[in-house]
Structures are given as structure tokens and as C-alpha cells.
């Protein structure tokens, strides 16, 4: 539950530092960035052993960083900049349906009636969030920059699969988001942040902070101690349960963006969200071959 708040508080703390001036390029380096040397530091302190890679492993974590890790901060921030955080977030939980989809058809692997079922509702919640049939109003960017957030997040669980199975899951993580930050710094230097826009105030409800503080959260309560929550969760949870538990994210994450944002779900989309939530968990539980994990990446 820890582990989802403070997942759900990535749209709230980095929009506003777009809002300020940054791209969503700059938000995503300096939180991957600040994220990777702090878990480096870390781990090399606490246990150094679970670092070492092997030959063959390095093009398994440079996908699992590329796509799992800095490819979906990436769109989704670029996703929050120009839709609504609740709805960014609930195109990233199309996941499941993905995973499913490439279980089916990829790995052959015969899926229940239940999964199929629960496809049918998350497209079904999807088009009402979305709100298809009045033109697709809200930014075109935004929506795909949203399904593209869900085609990462299922790379990472499919990559993180096939890693975890002969690497320790804070090792993983802790590659993958010092891979994911080398890549979004080559899109956007450290250097070419405007360093007038970090003292700027970051808009969050009634509070002002400067935009380097809002960063600094963002790294440490949106990133850090969310991927350690997680990890923590998944040695006394089944995967399954963990997962299930992630959905409490989305509700967070949209009661956040209401209350601090002003960003709230219409009656429709709000309906569609409950639909698309319920299709996502029914996949999740009757996936056939493995758990699938939902919401904001978490290592397991």
C-alpha cells in the first residue's frame, strides 16, 4: 500500500515542474538520474555482490533499462503534460491486457474465457475513459504517448521475467534505472536545464516550492522508496496479491491530481475507469502461465 502511494504521486509532482518550464524530457533525466545514483550508492554500500553482472546478461539489462525503466518515465511524462494524470495512468494499466495478448499469441499459450473477458471490459473502459465516440477530444499526443507508457510497462514485466529469473530484483532495479538514466540524458543533457526555472515555484494545490524541491520529492518518495516498498512487499506477498494491491494507485493517483491539481475524471470516465480496473484485475488473476503484474513497474 506504501509502495502505491508513493507511485501515485509521480503525476502530481512532476507535472507542475512542467508546468514551470521543464520538458518532460528534463523531468524524467533528473528523476531517473538523481534515482540511479542514490540506489547505486545504496546498494554498492549495503551489498555491493548483487552488482556484478555477467557477459551475457548486459543486452538483457540494457533492454530492461531502455524500455522498462527509461522508456516509460519518458512517455509518461510526456503522456501527463498534455492529458490528465488520471488518465495518463490509466492508459499505462492497459498493460495486462498486452502481457495477455503476447502470451496468446506469441507463446501460444491457451488463454480461459475469464481473460478474454477481462480484455473485453478493459477495452470497453478504455474507450469510455477515452471517450471515443465525441471525436477523441482529449490531446492525440497525449493518448499515445499514454499506450505507449503501457507497451513499456509490459516490456518490463515480460524482460524483468525472463532477468529476475537468475537476478536479485534490487540488482535489476538498480541497473535499470542507471541504464534508463544514461539514455534520457543523452535526449536531454543535464546541462540544458534552465537553472532560472528551478527556483521557480512548482504549483502543487496550496503549496509553492521551488521546482528543484518538487524534483528532489519526486526522485525520492515517487521513485526511490516506491521501488523499495515494492520490493520490500514482494517478500512477504505473493505477486499476485502484491499486484492486485498496485490498483490502489490509480485510485490515489487520480484523488491527488483532483485535490492538487484541479484535474478531475467526468462521471463517464470515472465509470470507464472502474471497467477498465476490473478487466485489468480479472487478466491479472487468470493469467495462465504467470502473475501479471500491474500498475507503476515494480520488480518481481
Not at 555491493?48 to 546478461?57: A, M, R, T, W, Y
Not at 525503466?69 to 519518458?74: A, C, K, M, T
Not at 496468446?104 to 480484455?119: E, S, Y
Not at 494507485?249 to 471497467?275: K, R
Request: aromatic residues 8%.
Amino acid at each position: 500500500m506504501l509502495s502505491a502511494l508513493f507511485f501515485s504521486t509521480s503525476g502530481t509532482l512532476g507535472k507542475p515542474t512542467m508546468v514551470a518550464g521543464l520538458t518532460p524530457q528534463q523531468v524524467a533525466a533528473v528523476r531517473l538520474g538523481l534515482s540511479a545514483l542514490v540506489l547505486f550508492a545504496a546498494v554498492g554500500i549495503v551489498k555491493p555482490s548483487i552488482l556484478k553482472v555477467g557477459k551475457g546478461e548486459w543486452r538483457l539489462l540494457i533492454a530492461y533499462g531502455l524500455i522498462g525503466v527509461g522508456g516509460i518515465q519518458l512517455v509518461y511524462f510526456i503522456a501527463t503534460s498534455r492529458i490528465p494524470v488520471g488518465i495518463a495512468i490509466l492508459l499505462e494499466f492497459v498493460s495486462p491486457v498486452l502481457i495477455a495478448l503476447w502470451t496468446r499469441f506469441v507463446r501460444k499459450v491457451h488463454l480461459a474465457k475469464a481473460v478474454w473477458g477481462g480484455i473485453a471490459l478493459a477495452m470497453i473502459g478504455l474507450i469510455l475513459v477515452a471517450q471515443v465516440w465525441q471525436g477523441l477530444r482529449l490531446d492525440a499526443l497525449g493518448l499515445l504517448a499514454g499506450f505507449g507508457a503501457a507497451l513499456c510497462s509490459a516490456g518490463y514485466f515480460l524482460i524483468g521475467e525472463r532477468g529476475l529469473a537468475s537476478r536479485h530484483p534490487l540488482g535489476m532495479v538498480t541497473w535499470g534505472m542507471g541504464i534508463g538514466a544514461l539514455a534520457v540524458c543523452v535526449v536531454a543533457p543535464p546541462w540544458t536545464i534552465p537553472v532560472r526555472v528551478l527556483t521557480e515555484p512548482a504549483v502543487i494545490g496550496p503549496w509553492h516550492p521551488p521546482v528543484w524541491v518538487a524534483l528532489v520529492a519526486l526522485m525520492l518518495v515517487g521513485t526511490v522508496l516506491a521501488y523499495l516498498a515494492g520490493i520490500s512487499a514482494l517478500q512477504y506477498l505473493p505477486a499476485a496479491i502484491a499486484s492486485v494491491l498496485g490498483l490502489v494507485e490509480v485510485i490515489l493517483a487520480n484523488i491527488l491530481a483532483w485535490i492538487l491539481l484541479g484535474e478531475a475524471l467526468t462521471v463517464v470516465q470515472a465509470v470507464g475507469a472502474v471497467v477498465l480496473l476490473a478487466g485489468a484485475t480479472l487478466v491479472q488473476l487468470k493469467s495462465p502461465d504467470h502473475q501479471v503484474a500491474i500498475g507503476e513497474p515494480l520488480p518481481g
